[in-house]
Structures are given as C-alpha cells and as structure tokens.
C-alpha cells in the first residue's frame, strides 16, 4: 500500500462509480485502497449494482452518503464536491463539477454503450456527460460480450474521444468460462489512475500551439479545393495536451469533429488564414505541434459567383501555397517544433528528410494506406523520429493514445 505522503490521490475528489457487475463487491477494497492513499470518494451506484452490494456498506467505508437516484435530494456529505452555491439543486452536476476523476470499477457493457451513444438515462450516466474530470472505465464483464464487436466499437469510440480504460484481466469468470473479461486487480486500477492523475502536471505552465483540420482554397464563391482531413488527430493532440497541464491554442481549419473543450480555439479558412493565425500564436508557444492538412496548392484566382457548367470542361490554374512548417523551422528559436507527415511509400526516409529540411525536433509520419490509419479513422499507426534519425514505431492506437505518446516523446526530448 502507497503511503498517504507520497500518493498523487492526496487532496483529489474522486467519483467512484459501480455498475451491475458480480465484480460489484471488488468496489470496497477500491474504495479502501483510494482513501487509504488519501483521496476523498464519494460513490455512486446504479440501481443493478445495488442487487449486488448494499449501499450502506459504501457508506459505512466511505462516510459519505451514496448517490443512487437521479431526481433524489444530494446528500449533504456531496457538497464538498462541487460550487454548492450556484448547483446544489442539480446533484448530477454538483456530483461531477469538483471530482478530479470518475472512476467506473466494474464497468459493464451497458454503462460503456450509453456514454458511447450520449445517453444520460440514470444518475450515474448523468454524471459522466457532465464530468469535467478524467473518466476511467475498468470494464468487468463475460469474455463473449467483451468480444463483442459492438462492446469493441464503443470502447474505441469512447478511447478516440479522450476517455481512459484499464483493460480487463484474462482468466476464470463468475459464469465458470475462462477468457477476457476479470475486473483488473485493485493495484492495476489505482496505479493506471494515479498515473493519469501524475500526467495532469507534465505540462503544466507550458503553452503549446497545435494546428488542425484541414484547409479550403475556393475556386469560386460555391467551389473550393480541400483534401481528406478529418482533423482527428489534432483535435486528440489538443485534448491530450489539455488533459496534461498544457496552455492549449488550436488553430483550425474545417474538421469532422467538434473542437475540445478548454482549449482556445482559433478558427480558419484557407492556407494563408492559417498561416497568419499560426505564426501570431507561436511567438508565445514553448511547443507547436503542427498537423493540419494545408493545401500544397491553391487557385491562381478566385472567380466571383459561380463558375458556369458551360461544355463540362474547366482549366483549374493552381498556385503554390506558402510552407508554414518551413517558415516556422527557419525562426524556430528556443520553441519545440513538431511536424506530421502522411507518406505512402518509403515514409521513414522521405520523414527523415522532412525533419531536415525544416529543422524539426520530431516528426510523426503515418501511411494511410495501412488498415487501422486511413482517414478519417478511430485509429492510427504512427513511427516518430527525433533529430538524431531514431525511429520509434507505435502499434495501432486510438488517435488520442497516439497523442499521449507523442507527448511523452516531446517531454523526455525536451529534458
């Protein structure tokens, strides 16, 4: 056991959540091990969880009133939890508004499908939407539903939009089958939320300039030219860097995704916007992280209205667009440059080259052509290289596990 003194939990609020999983009764050595490490928790049960554990044994451990229902009064010992004076009436939001993390253990398929599809039908459900903190889920369930590939898809929906997992251990289950899907061992689950907690601090005080998206050169004022970013990747970069202490700014262009919360947004068109917006912003950034998708090239001109369908043919005149991540690397001064790259083929070298030639600290290349990192996907597979030429290649990750990877890489290479 962790001593009070030297635990990240010393001071934290933590949501525990229990859902209705035989595993249920594994929630009291939880609650034991995070106060015992000096962490405040409150529970919340579902109303299946409570056919397994009665809530008077949280309470009891806890010495805290345990949230059950969602239309019910907050207990007076959840006041501690959040701005008492502006959202006392609303126990879902004062629940969640001062917990530092929302740790669901045992987490079942259903409460992983509901957040997965939006849907807040129960308290606990409730107080994940609202949550401002970190979500964690240490799923419990019977290997064939953890096989399950809809279970599957929620998970890594839920993965690429920032929410945290600790995966289930293999052996026998409650049913008698053997396979995936045993609650993690208690020391697993706190230590992996610790972490989570020890990472907020990596960046604190750092600004950090991401850019995203892609961009729109119009033709006309109907028409414009643009590529296959969804924006995925940095929009997770930016959550990431939130999540760790960062001075967010994210520059972007058009996404398929809507832009992390706490983050200061800064919204763009075209190439020239985008790069107007960036070298602004970078002036005060310690590191910039550039992964937007700028057009190479734009229209010569732009025609006034809309171009008429005349004889079906149309002679597009193109020009070169400005290399932002160029001209960054030329007056990069004491700021951490980080480029991405998309290749098709020979990808490390011609990265290697890139990172040369605009004088980057590390670039992350990907081939869109490898299942798992096409465009507009969930996943990525990524290779990173520092300035030395070394290569570090990551298996198949979620977009936003990618992203804390790339952190980390920038944080050990800056020291």
Known sequence: MTPVGGSEFKGKRVLLGITGSIAAYKGVELLRELTSRGATVTVCMTRAAREFVAPLTFEVLSGRGVLTDLFASPPEETAGLGPRETTSSVQHIEASAGADVVLIAPATANIIGKVASGIADDLLSSIVMAAKGKVVFAPAMNVRMWEN???????????????CFVEPDTGALACGEEGKGRLAPTERIVSEVEQLLRDRRTFSGTRVLVTAGRTEEPIDHVRYVSNRSSGKMGYALASAARDMGADVTLVSGRASVPPPSGVKLVSVRTAAEMRKEVMAAARKAAVVIMTAAVSDFAPARQEKGKIPRG??????????????????GKKKGK???VGF???????????KTKLKKKNLDLIVVNNPLLE?????????????IDRRGRVEKLPRLSK???AREVLKKILTLRK
């Open 341 to 351: 790259a998309v290749e098709v083929d020979e990808e490390i070298a011609r990265a």
């Open 335 to 337: 700021r951490f440059l």
């Open 372 to 384: 798992g990192a096409a465009f507009e996907g969930d996943t990525n597979i990524v290779s990173m």
């Open 149 to 163: 590939p809809v279970v599957q898809e929620n998970i890594s929906r839920l993965r690429s939009l920032g929410y």
């Open 400 to 402: 936003y596990e990618v």
């Open 311 to 328: 004889s079906g043919e149309l002679t597009l005149r193109l020009r070169g667009t400005r290399d932002i991540l160029g001209e960054l």
